[in-house]
């Protein structure tokens, strides 16, 4: 068996609500948006990822993006499942003799129940994988920057994703507590877009909402190394006429300190 041992490929996969990261070869080959563009009438993949997220909220009646995680678990079963599979091509589309099977290390959230995790290890299979393991979120977090969950000491561990936040204490390689909120980054992309509506009479879609957090996002008012002030475009709601507004770091502050 051992002569086919090359043909098994170990890789690592994150799946987030708003990123999916997979680790092959103890580097980061794959960090795609959690997206996935679909033609409602022959229902194939049209694109994912980066690709899928330039046509979110641009696309036309046979053409629908979607969001196959919501809240950290997997809410469109078909949808995960081409996703997982196209990422998986992205790879190493030419290094491959042959088509490998994957054995794969996937995480989750704490919070997960038996049916969730059920669905999320039933779409690796489907996608090609061999052997699935899963993983908590928190334990994976820890292990990641170099804690030694074994001790019998508590650490805490507070993981802000997209659609959830996950507050852990480990100790003896185990989750002593946990508790997930559903308060994450997907709820300050809202507040963002909410906020610039209001305070600036502007719409902004939720990629232009992302790009904001991004670069001016911050949880004080004051800070030592504040960002540069960042130019934002959207439409306006008096006028119906694009337009330029910019906003500072301290406004962004202002804007989340409700979810925060």
């Known amino acids: 068996m051992r002569l086919f041992n090359f043909l098994t490929q170990e890789i690592a996969i994150d799946l987030g609500t708003a990123n999916t990261v997979i680790i092959h070869?103890?580097?980061?080959?794959?960090?795609?948006?959690?997206?996935?563009?679909?033609n409602r009438l022959t229902t194939k993949v049209v694109a994912v990822g980066k690709k899928a997220m330039q046509m979110h909220e641009k696309t036309h009646d046979n053409l629908k993006t979607i969001r196959p995680l919501k809240d950290g678990v997997i809410a469109d079963f078909a949808a995960a499942e081409s996703m997982i599979r196209e990422m998986i091509k992205m790879i190493n589309p030419k290094g491959f003799l042959f088509t490998p099977t994957w054995r794969m290390?996937?995480?989750?959230?704490?919070?997960?129940?038996?049916?969730?995790?059920?669905?999320?290890?039933?779409?690796?299979?489907?996608?090609?994988?061999r052997e699935v393991y899963l993983i908590h979120e928190p334990m994976a977090a820890?292990?990641?920057?170099?804690?030694?969950?074994?001790?019998p000491v508590g650490?805490?561990?507070?993981?802000?994703?997209?659609?959830?936040?996950?507050?852990?204490?480990?100790?003896?390689?185990?989750?002593?507590?946990?508790?997930?909120?559903r308060v994450a980054g997907d709820e300050f992309t809202a507040d963002i877009v909410d906020y610039i509506r209001r305070q600036h009479n502007m719409l902004i879609g939720e990629r232009t909402a992302e790009?904001?957090?991004?670069?001016?996002?911050?949880?004080?008012?004051e800070l030592d190394?504040?960002?540069?002030?960042?130019?934002?475009?959207?439409?306006d709601l008096m006028t119906g006429i694009p337009k330029q507004i910019i906003v500072n770091y301290q406004e962004i502050a202002h804007a989340l300190d409700k979810s925060i």
Do not use: W
């Open 225 to 235: 190394e504040p960002p540069e002030d960042y130019a934002v475009h959207g439409r």
């Open 25 to 38: 070869n103890d580097k980061v080959v794959v960090d795609e948006p959690s997206i996935v563009a679909i």
């Open 142 to 151: 820890a292990l990641g920057i170099g804690i030694d969950v074994e001790e």
């Open 155 to 181: 650490h805490m561990i507070i993981d802000i994703g997209g659609g959830t936040t996950g507050i852990s204490v480990i100790a003896l390689a185990g989750i002593v507590c946990d508790q997930s909120i």
């Open 211 to 221: 790009a904001i957090k991004i670069n001016v996002g911050a949880a004080m008012s």
């Open 105 to 129: 290390v996937i995480c989750i959230p704490s919070s997960i129940t038996e049916v969730e995790k059920r669905a999320v290890r039933d779409s690796a299979e489907q996608a090609g994988a």
